[in-house]
């Protein structure tokens, strides 16, 4: 954080104007009511209205090491005494060096003072304090309070992407296209294919994007929606499982297999003209379960591949979740392509 | 109307085929005389077989079916079948009888033809004219250009192109294995290659910026550019302005 003068001009701007006010208005006070003369009264005024606060200001710096959040109020108690005393200490000093500039022959009479005047720098350092410390909570809550703001857009815009990508238009469209289709010659496939479509719908529109559901669970919804593929691609579409039993029960988060098989389906099976296989290996490996999705590609007609939106979706889940964004590898063959998702078993709360 | 209208599917899904099919059985005057699942089938069978009309799908294997279109030689109208409702206005631009968004009904589909019947009717077959009217929407640079080659059709990378010769109506894309020659305007080209990648350095030629190895002065105010390959292209006032712009000198 930086010093509030410095980021607020406008700020700095009125303590200096607040201070010249009080200044002159003392000044004027001493001259015209207690008859000081005019040298004696100016000094006091410049002492003690324009020394001390261009002094004071540094006293945020006491503040902003000094968190009454952070350490003990006795300690922070302690760290005022003393960087009140030094700064009295300097304050005191120049106070004398301009008054034998400005009036010589009022010096007596500061030695005469100088209690009450090192006491009325205490009773200003504690205001100087005061004060700082409301800035000082200020923007800290100001910054809160943006933090808060940017941390809700972010996660609107999770969810709403996480929405967008439950309910793919072209998917559903070309699915909706095949249906029709199917309804003049083959009605049973039709109503079988109107049942899965609703079935992976509904499983997509029920679970929240930080849920967890187990392997198996997700394993069955993907099915689901490469038979629903199946139907559109018929033999150019081969996907194979080979998943060990024992790691069907492992909870791992929601959806976040299903955009791995949707890049398979769109940059292998949509772009090739033989068929294509979809090898989905799921080990169960010490403390996690590695999962791996591989698919052929035509690596001539599919182009300027890099890491899309689904990828990089999905790394920021398990950074959010695991901690690591590294649990997603990505083995790039040109002509086949291949994910590794080396998922924990636990997940952290 | 002596004969039927000959129509050709080109899509890759079977069952959005069959469904095509089905709507158009029995039609008075428009007769599907065969299908293709792909744009390379699709580019042989326009050619060979010269229908009226084209049921094209967009997204499909190798090529889709707009880089199809740039293939063709015969020309045929063309109703666009698609999920994607983004390509719509691209569609126009090529000419386009219609945009049927699948999954679409007998009835939208019947009237797409009407407006084939129309047309052909009408004698407004305006292909020849596409280009100068096209407005060119960009909607992205191009990543690769399709070109055919005798009975090759070749998918070149535009990483890969070194640069491109005007031809009158054609122009010449030199790729590291040899040239290909596609019918197209330089301006086209101008328009559609990222600009701080390809520059139009002369009336007849467009360089890949980062083929180039030298800039040389052979006269007063009058330049060269030589590739790494050696080749020397000539340099107009203005490409050279443009040259200095991008690589800053």
């Known amino acids: 954080m930086k010093h509030p003068f410095l980021n607020n001009k406008k700020l700095l701007f009125y303590y200096g104007l607040f201070w010249l006010v009080i200044g002159v208005a003392n000044a004027l006070v001493q001259y015209l009511w207690y008859g000081t003369d005019l040298s004696a009264a100016f000094l006091s005024a410049l002492t003690f209205f324009v020394l001390y606060p261009v002094l004071g200001g540094s006293i945020w710096f006491i503040i902003k090491y000094n968190s009454l959040e952070e350490k003990d109020l006795l300690w922070v108690m302690l760290y005022h005494l003393i960087g009140a005393t030094i700064l009295n200490g300097i304050w005191i000093y120049l106070t004398f060096i301009l008054t034998k500039i400005i009036a010589p022959l009022h010096l007596q009479e500061l030695y005469e003072t100088l209690p009450g005047k090192l006491f009325s720098g205490y009773v200003l350092y504690v205001i100087y304090v005061l004060f700082f410390y409301s800035i000082n909570y200020y923007q800290t809550l100001k910054e809160k309070i943006q933090k808060e703001s940017e941390l809700k857009s972010l996660i609107r815009e999770a969810e709403l992407s996480a929405l967008k990508s439950q309910i793919n238009p072209h998917f559903l469209f070309n699915s909706l296209n095949s249906i029709a289709s199917l309804t003049i010659n083959s009605p049973e496939k039709a109503q079988e294919m109107v049942i899965n479509l609703s079935r992976f719908m509904r499983y997509s529109l029920q679970h929240d994007q930080d849920e967890t559901v187990s392997l198996k669970d997700e394993l069955e919804n993907i099915k689901l929606y490469l038979s629903i593929e199946k139907v559109r691609f018929g033999r150019k579409l081969n996907p194979v499982f080979n998943i060990e039993e024992s790691c069907q029960g492992v909870q791992i988060p929601n959806m976040i297999l299903q955009p791995l098989f949707e890049n398979a389906i769109k940059y292998g099976v949509y772009e090739a003209t033989e068929p294509v296989s979809i090898t989905t290996n799921c080990k169960n490996e010490k403390g996690h379960v590695a999962i791996s999705i591989e698919n052929d590609y035509d690596g001539e007609s599919v182009r300027n591949r890099g890491e899309g939106i689904g990828l990089r979706n999905i790394r920021q889940r398990l950074e959010l979740i695991y901690g690591s964004a590294e649990l997603l590898r990505i083995e790039d063959q040109k002509t086949s392509f291949k994910v590794v998702l080396l998922l924990p078993k636990t997940i952290p709360a | ?249």
């Open chain 2, 1 to 249: 109307m002596t004969h039927k209208l000959k129509a050709l599917i080109v899509e890759d899904e079977e069952l959005a085929r069959n469904l095509l099919k089905s709507y158009l059985k029995d039609h008075p005057v428009l007769q599907i005389i065969g299908e293709c699942e792909n744009g390379f089938e699709g580019v042989q069978k326009i050619n060979e077989l010269k229908p009226d009309v084209v049921f094209l799908d967009i997204q499909m294997p190798k090529i889709t079916g707009f880089e199809m279109l740039e293939l063709l030689e015969h020309k045929p109208e063309i109703i666009f079948t698609t999920a994607y409702d983004e390509y719509a206005l691209k569609a126009f631009d090529y000419n386009a009888v219609d945009y049927l968004l699948k999954p679409f009904s007998k009835e939208r589909m019947l009237e797409a033809v009407e407006k084939v019947v129309e047309r052909i009717g009408n004698n407004e077959n305006s292909h020849n004219k596409l280009e100068q009217l096209s407005t060119y929407a960009i909607d992205e640079y191009l990543d690769r250009i399709v070109v055919k080659d005798r009975h090759k059709i070749n998918i070149i990378p535009v990483e890969a192109v070194r640069y491109i010769e005007s031809l009158d109506d054609y122009v010449l894309i030199y790729t590291p294995d040899g040239r290909h020659m596609k019918q197209k305007t330089m301006k086209y080209f101008e328009s559609h290659l990222n600009p701080k990648d390809f520059i139009r350095i002369h009336r007849s030629y467009i360089v890949q910026v980062g083929y180039i190895a030298e800039i040389q002065q052979y006269e007063k105010e009058s330049y060269v550019v030589i590739l790494k390959d050696k080749t020397k292209l000539k340099v107009s006032k203005t490409g050279y302005k443009k040259i200095k712009d991008i690589l800053h000198f």
